[in-house]
């Protein structure tokens, strides 16, 4: 039987999945690591615990299913992994959710214009995109910046200590902010206004591509950015079906056949998984996050299905309690890395059922909008 192996590289944990050709599954397995929040507005994580995290997957999903014809990756997008000259990680990588970089991005939109920027990249300078976490090293850590010989996102690092590769695909490299996204290659305008080495950066290739083997000779799909592939699996791949996607963040897909931007940038336009088509993407970074706060906030012990039964005894509008998702800054349609959650109207009738009520309703409103 002809074995195929999935592995995400998320930001709770690394996932993977064995299936036949035909999408049958054979095998799951999973395993979580740590977020590392050392400052207000900060988001790490060690990449080296994907790469312990990966290991362990492939080993429960090759005894359960036997060894794959083939791996794919995806993984969540826009970290940035730095790495020195003999690719050892140089500090932890900064993660799609942090937002310490709102002064670089107002540098980067002042170097190249707002409207040339989002001509070239399709999207404004957001806090979550890597290179002005690259700009931010720059500014704050020039020892470290100093080190760098190579910049990876996430699930590529673990292409790299799987294969030896460097190497990413279109849908990821399109939320560096360094991609001609129309062109499917790096910008060398971009890079050349903001002084960043191309030599730094992977190979770019379309997602079914093969981009490198394993010790064992397996072939290593280039992949794709978590919600690219996401859109794939559940058949996205072409203009008129639309996608909700919720994980911390909530993501809602719809897949294009030409590359267009939005003018003023309130969603994403990024290259897809799809080979020759593009597609556009709303993110906001609290959605069923959201819910994970609240429970963690009023007893982490009350399981999800608890709270939603709780929830299900207010009628729609919670009697005027509203909830404001913006735990964690927002992306779009309004990029404001301080924009901050709030609950309001709150009444002496309301218990714990109606703040839950109000977190589902706030969530769901915020992707409608």
Known sequence: MTVLFGIDVGTSATKGLAITPDGAVLATAEVGYPLSTP????SEQDPEDWWRATETVLAELTKTAGAPAGIGLSGQMHGLVALDENDNVIR????WNDQRTQAECDQIENTIGRQRLIALTGNRALTGFTAPKIL???????????????VLLPKDYVRLRLTGEHATDVSDASGMLLLDVANRAWSKEVLQALNIDPAWLPTVLESPEPS?????GIP?????????AGAVGVGVDRKGPVSVALGTSGVVFAALDAFAADPEARVHAFCHAVPGAWHAMGVMLSAAGSLTWLR???DSSTPFD??????????AGTENLLFLPYLAGERTPYADPD?????VGLSLRHDRGALTRAVLEGVAFALKD
Do not use: M
């Not at 931010?136 to 190579?150: C, F, G, K, T």
């Open 39 to 42: 400052k207000p507005g900060w």
């Open 220 to 228: 290593v799909a280039a992949g794709g950015g978590d919600q690219a």
């Open 306 to 315: 608890v709270l939603l039964n709780e929830a299900a005894v207010w009628p």
């Open 296 to 298: 963690d906030a009023t």
């Open 339 to 343: 924009a901050r959650g709030a609950f």
């Open 92 to 95: 932890p990588a900064i993660l």
């Open 136 to 150: 931010w090293l720059r500014n704050h850590e020039p020892d470290n910046y100093a080190r760098i010989a190579r």
């Open 212 to 216: 490198g083997i394993t010790r064992d």
